[in-house]
């Protein structure tokens, strides 16, 4: 059972990237999922997430930047990141739930069960 990650790179401020989380081992339609990133010397943070019902949650920096989504169909959970900062220059990890209270936990990182590997992404100012 693991998660993979991946879609990370160099980009420059203001560009886009895509990132990816497929599952192996298991159906993503049967948990929560989310993003999580951290830069060197800090700690982890929650970025983003979508539950099994398709409520997605953000944090207050990447609103309006940043859109996560989930196809149960393809067993995927995808970022979409627009407007990158510097700032945003982190190891992105995704990770599944199947907490019941989602919604009061979706931030948590000792919420979820499986994380992926992380993939680079490295905004150039």
């Known amino acids: 059972v693991q998660l993979q990650a991946s879609g990370g790179g160099l980009v420059q401020a203001g560009g886009s990237l895509r990132l990816s989380c497929a599952p192996s081992?298991?159906?993503?339609?049967?948990?929560?999922m989310a993003w999580f990133r951290q830069a060197p010397g800090k700690e982890r943070e929650f970025v983003a997430a979508?539950?099994?019902?398709?409520?997605?949650y953000y944090e207050n920096t990447v609103k309006g930047r940043f859109t996560v989504s989930r196809a149960n169909a393809k067993n995927t959970m995808y970022l979409q990141m627009d407007s990158l900062k510097p700032e945003d220059t982190a190891n992105y990890y995704c990770?599944?739930?199947?907490?019941?209270?989602?919604?009061?936990?979706?931030?948590?990182?000792?919420?979820?069960?499986?994380w992926g590997q992380g993939t680079l992404v490295t905004v150039s100012s």
């Open positions: 990770a599944a739930s199947r907490t019941a209270s989602y919604s009061a936990r979706y931030s948590d990182t000792n919420a979820y069960v499986f």
């Open positions: 081992g298991f159906a993503l339609s049967g948990y929560h």
């Open positions: 979508v539950s099994r019902s398709v409520v997605t």
